[in-house]
């Protein structure tokens, strides 16, 4: 007898193990077919195997399906399962139907997501509706808790507003500007001021003016942001009226563009000085944080108001370079060009573009255009560059020239 090659050989042998598992179905089909021809049973089906090949028959009874596969089936299934992975199949179709799924499952999240987020909005303006009238109530106590200081406040404010307009509107008016409405804001300011500190005199809030402490609460956080607050507003007044008195001046005795250094000079001086002002209040709340006579009540005091020094050290320094460059500028007073003559004039048809009158003190530009002096001094006062062809004249804006007055305010 021939000996059978080595892959015949195992080939053969898992052939009879395949078989060998798939026996327990023929046995079961064996079972089923006795069973189904036990007595009473004659009208069960019988299944023929006669004129069939072996391993190709099927038989069902009561919904069993049984399969036999002959060998050259599970040859052809093993050389597939030895170039294909036996879970690839399954791991295909698991990906595929997540990825399926995954879209779906995405929108639901971001929709419940969203509804989540609508439902809390909802509670919000619920909870607000419900609590408004609470709210309404403590406003009102509070309201009437701090009116005199909410309307002295919204006073101040307006009188600021009023005069800092006033004075920008006469500059703008140079020759024309109405004296008497100027002396009524420098009557108007200072008797704002003095009224103010003779209306709290028992608080002694003047002494702030000059780095001393008022007889108030220092501990109390509202008394002293009331002082920085009446402190700065009566700075500003007390400048204001110092512009008007400049305003006030005839032009024999002070020039109109003298004049505009002069304020910005001004302007320049009262913000620094209502930068300094507020130390000494800040420094002597932050250091009587100390609620607990302990020694770490003193150090965190102090620890605060060191930092507040600091802070307030490094912003003054970083501001001194503009205030040295305004010192410079007011001092030097440089012009925007030259004097022009009458035959420059004439080309120009002797009428300023700006003001559309006769030229005053015609000047005539790098880019050869002439104005006005006073009329391009305005107009530098908020630009850089030719009103008429754009041609950069100057690096800077020489804010403040125009007589205006800070807005802000400075609590810290």
């Known amino acids: 007898m021939k000996p059978r090659p080595r892959c015949e050989r195992k080939h053969h042998a898992k052939t009879q193990a395949f078989g060998v598992t798939h026996n327990p179905p023929a046995t079961m089909q064996a079972h089923s077919n006795n069973r189904h021809s036990a007595p009473g049973n004659n009208d069960a089906p019988q299944c023929a195997h006669a004129g069939r090949p072996p391993g190709e028959g099927s038989c069902q009874r009561g919904g069993d399906v049984h399969i036999q596969l002959n060998p050259a089936t599970m040859e052809a299934g093993e050389n597939a399962g030895s170039r294909q992975h036996p879970h690839s199949g399954i791991h295909s179709h698991s990906h595929s139907h997540s990825e399926a799924r995954g879209p779906e499952e995405g929108g639901g999240d971001s929709e419940e997501h969203s509804g989540s987020s609508l439902s809390e909005l ?61 002396a009524g804001l420098l009557l108007f300011l200072t008797g704002s001021s003095v009224l103010l500190y003779y209306t709290f005199y028992n608080q002694s809030l003047h002494y702030s003016l000059i780095f001393l402490s008022p007889t108030v609460d220092f501990t109390n956080f509202w008394e002293v942001l009331w002082i920085v607050g009446i ?82 050290l490094l912003s003054f320094f970083a501001h001194l370079k503009h205030f040295r460059w305004v010192l410079r500028v007011f001092y030097s007073q440089p012009s925007y060009g030259v004097a022009a003559s009458k035959r420059q004039c004439a080309d120009a048809d002797d009428i300023c573009s700006i003001c559309q009158a006769e030229f005053q003190k015609p000047v005539v530009l790098i880019c050869q255009h002439i104005f006005c002096e006073e009329c391009i001094a305005l107009w530098f006062n908020r630009e850089k560059s030719c009103p008429l062809c754009r041609t950069v004249i100057s690096d800077h804006i020489n804010k403040w020239k125009d007589g205006a007055s800070s807005v802000q305010l400075q609590i810290y």
């Not at 005199?148 to 307009?165: D, E, P, Q, R, V």
């Not at 007044?237 to 003298?258: D, E, G, R, T, Y």
Request: glycine content about 4%.
């Open 122 to 182: 909802r509670y919000l303006l619920q909870w607000l509706h419900k609590s408004l009238p609470y709210i309404l109530i403590l406003s009102v106590k509070l309201l009437l808790q701090h009116v005199i200081g909410i309307s002295l406040g919204i006073g101040l404010l307006t009188t600021f507003m009023y005069a800092n307009k006033s004075i920008v509107n006469q500059v703008f008016l140079r020759e024309k500007c109405s004296r008497l409405h100027c």
């Open 231 to 312: 402190t700065d507003f009566v700075l500003k007044f007390l400048f204001m009226s110092f512009k008007c008195i400049v305003l006030l001046l005839p032009c024999l005795i002070m020039s109109f563009k003298a004049k505009g250094y002069w304020y910005m000079l001004l302007e320049e001086i009262c913000q620094y000085y209502r930068k300094i002002v507020p130390i000494p209040i800040w420094f002597r709340y932050l250091v009587g944080l100390r609620e607990q006579e302990s020694a770490l009540g003193w150090s965190l005091g102090i620890l605060l108001a060191l930092l507040y020094l600091i802070l307030k």
